[in-house]
C-alpha cells in the first residue's frame, strides 16, 4: 500500500509518500518545508503569513515528495492530510490540496488527527533516504503510555490498543513548548524557543559557562498533585519575576544559560516524574514520547533512565529526531493504522466532498 500524506496544521509544509509491504513500513519521501525564518521576526507563528507560505510551497513540497519517493500519483493507493487540531488558515491549505487531488484522481481521502499523527511518529518505518535504521524498534507493546509534548499540547495518553486513546491527564494551562517559547522571547534568544532554550541548558551543564552560578531555584509547578495534570504559565511567569528583579544580569550569559537550564530541569522533574507514576498506576508494558519537545536531549536522556530506574520490564520508545517536529510522515503513518482498522473503506472514495479542516479537535 502506498499513502501520499500532507501535514499543514502550523508553520511547515510537508507531504510524504509511505509504502507498507509485507507489514515493513518505509518512507520514501518526506518533504518539511519549515517558514521558521518568516515567523522569526515576529516571535511566533502569523496564522495568515503561514497560509500564504502554505499556499506557496504546497505543490513544490508535493511534487518533490513524489519525485524522491520515485512513485507516480496514479500508483497511490491512499491520500492522507491532516484535518485538525492547529491553525485553520494553515490547515485549509493542506485541507484543500488533498481534497483536489482526491477528486482529481479519484483516490480514497483519509483526515488525520495531527496529535494522533505525531504519537504514530513512534511507529514510522525506516527512512529510505537516510538508510536509518532507527533505533532497535522492537514491537511495541500494549498498553502504551504516551507523553505528547507540543507546542499546543501536553497531554498524557493512555493506549490499550492501535487508535484506542484516553487522556488521563493533560496542562491546564500552556503547552510545554509554548512555554520554552515564551522564557526564550523573555530571555531575548529568539524563535523557536525550544531548541534555543535547550542549547543554553546545555551549556550550563556542561560547565562551559562557569564560574557564574547563582543557584537558581524555579518552582516545579503541580509535581506532587494527585492527578496527572500539568501547568506550566506559571513556571514561565516566574521566570519573567526573577528577570526583573535582576535586569542586569540579562547581559550576562552564564546567568541566561543557568536560567535555561533550571527552567529545563523545572519542567522535565515534573514530566518524568507524573509520566512514571501514571506508568506505575495504569501498568503500561511501553512508555512513549512525541511532538515537538520530544526532540530534547535532555528529556529523552530523563525520561530513559527513569524508565529503567522505576518501571522494571517497561519499553522506552522514542521518535527518530526528523519525526518529532511536524513532518507528513507521522500523518502517513497514522493513516495507514487508520486505514487498516476500517470496515468500510468505500466512504472515503468522495471523502473530497465531507473533509472539513477543524482548528479544535478531541482525540479519539
Ligand atoms: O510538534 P511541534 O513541531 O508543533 C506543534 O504541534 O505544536 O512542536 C513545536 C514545539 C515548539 O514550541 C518548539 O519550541 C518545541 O516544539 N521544540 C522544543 C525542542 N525542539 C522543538 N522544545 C524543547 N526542546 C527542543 N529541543
Ligand atoms: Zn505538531
Not at 495531527?114 to 538508510?131: C, D, L, P, T
Not at 513548548?177 to 534568544?189: H, P
Not at 522494571?312 to 486505514?339: F, H, K
Amino acid at each position: 500500500m502506498k499513502i501520499l500524506a500532507i501535514e499543514t496544521s502550523c508553520d511547515e509544509t510537508s507531504a510524504s509518500v509511505l509504502e507498507e509491504k509485507k507489514g515493513k513500513i518505509r518512507v520514501l519521501s518526506n518533504i518539511v518545508s519549515s517558514q521558521i525564518k518568516i515567523h522569526a521576526k515576529f516571535g511566533g507563528v502569523v496564522p495568515n503569513l503561514a497560509s500564504r507560505e502554505h499556499v506557496k510551497n504546497i505543490v513544490p513540497v508535493l511534487e518533490s515528495a513524489l519525485r524522491e519517493s520515485k512513485i507516480n500519483l496514479r500508483d497511490i493507493d491512499l491520500i492522507a492530510v491532516t484535518k485538525g487540531p492547529g491553525l485553520i488558515p494553515a490547515l485549509l491549505i493542506g485541507v484543500s490540496a488533498a481534497k483536489a487531488l482526491a477528486y482529481a484522481t479519484k483516490k480514497p481521502l483519509l483526515g488525520i488527527h495531527h496529535i494522533e499523527g505525531h504519537i504514530y511518529a513512534n511507529f514510522v518505518g525506516e527512512s529510505q533516504k537516510s538508510k536509518v535504521k532507527s533505533q532497535k524498534r522492537e514491537k511495541i507493546e500494549f498498553p502504551v503510555l504516551c507523553l505528547v509534548v507540543s507546542g499546543g499540547h501536553t497531554q498524557l495518553v493512555l493506549m490499550k490498543d492501535h487508535l484506542k486513546y484516553k487522556i488521563i491527564g493533560e496542562t491546564q494551562d500552556d503547552a510545554v513548548g509554548e512555554a520554552f517559547d515564551k522564557v526564550a522571547r523573555i530571555l531575548g534568544l529568539g524563535y523557536p524557543g525550544g531548541p534555543k532554550v535547550s542549547q543554553e541548558a546545555e551549556k550550563f551543564k556542561t560547565r562551559k559557562l562557569q564560574p557564574a552560578n547563582y543557584k537558581l531555584v524555579l518552582p516545579r509547578p503541580m509535581l506532587n498533585s494527585k492527578d496527572f495534570n500539568f501547568s506550566f504559565s506559571g513556571l514561565k511567569t516566574a521566570v519573567l519575576y526573577e528577570t526583573k528583579k535582576h535586569p542586569g544580569r540579562l547581559k550576562n550569559k552564564a546567568y541566561v544559560s543557568e536560567l535555561c537550564h533550571e527552567f529545563q530541569e523545572s519542567v522535565i522533574d515534573v514530566l518524568v516524574s507524573k509520566t512514571i507514576r501514571a506508568g506505575k498506576k495504569y501498568k503500561v508494558k511501553t512508555i512513549m514520547l512525541s511532538g515537538g519537545v520530544s526532540a530534547n536531549s535532555e528529556l529523552r536522556l530523563r525520561m530513559g533512565e527513569a524508565v529503567q530506574e522505576g518501571l522494571s520490564g517497561v519499553s522506552y520508545q522514542i521518535p527518530e529526531l526528523a519525526y518529532c517536529g511536524d513532518n507528513a510522515a507521522m500523518i502517513a503513518t497514522a493513516a495507514l493504522y487508520r486505514y487498516g482498522k476500517l470496515k468500510d473503506t468505500k466512504k472515503l472514495e468522495n471523502n473530497w466532498k465531507k473533509l472539513e479542516a477543524v482548528s479544535s479537535l478531541k482525540l479519539s
